[in-house]
């Protein structure tokens, strides 16, 4: 795509709320508070039920590093997360991704959503150790 249709499509999908929230502290801290719904399965350092998410943002679905219970579906996903694929995933996760095994209905709320990404987002910060702990 060139320079001029990637700055067409960038004005005809804008950014997601999730930039914005990332300015806003009181805004991180309610992303924070949302992923209390994630941690019965997962953390940001080591593997549970499900992936950890040390490094999660630019790496490609399915390789988080010591994690072998990923889904067919989530293993060969053509999906590297960013705040986008993140905002899709999260509002539905078996819509987008039909066949993974994530057992979460999704984050509803659009603004929940973005908060929480925008947190992750720091939480989850390349240079962070991924565990290789089972
Ligand atoms: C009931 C357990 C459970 C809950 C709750 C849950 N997840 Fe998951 N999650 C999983 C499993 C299992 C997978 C692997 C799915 C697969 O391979 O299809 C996964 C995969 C993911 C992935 C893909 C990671 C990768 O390495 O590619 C992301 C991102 C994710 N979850 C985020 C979240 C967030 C954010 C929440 C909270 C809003 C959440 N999950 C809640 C179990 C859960």
């Known amino acids: ?3 001029a249709s990637a700055l067409a499509a960038q004005a005809a999908r804008p950014a997601p709320a999730a930039t914005e929230a990332a300015a806003d502290p009181a805004a991180l801290r309610r992303g924070e508070q949302v992923y209390s719904r ?3 399965c997962h953390a940001i350092e ?3 039920t499900g992936p950890q998410h040390c490094g999660l943002f630019g790496r490609s679905a399915g390789t ?3 994690y072998d219970a990923y889904s067919p579906a989530m293993r060969d996903a053509k999906i590297v997360w960013d705040d986008r694929s993140l905002d899709r995933f999260l509002q539905a996760p078996t819509e987008f991704l039909p066949g993974t095994t994530m057992g979460y209905a999704g984050v509803k709320d659009a603004r929940e959503r973005a908060e929480l990404i925008a947190w992750l987002r720091v939480a989850t910060r390349a240079g962070k150790a991924c ?4």
Not at 131 to 134: K, P
Request: aromatic letters at 0%.
């Open 64 to 66: 988080a590093p010591g």
């Open 38 to 40: 994630c941690v019965a």
């Open 46 to 48: 080591a593997n549970r």
């Open 131 to 134: 565990s290789v702990a089972r």
């Open 1 to 3: 795509m060139g320079p």
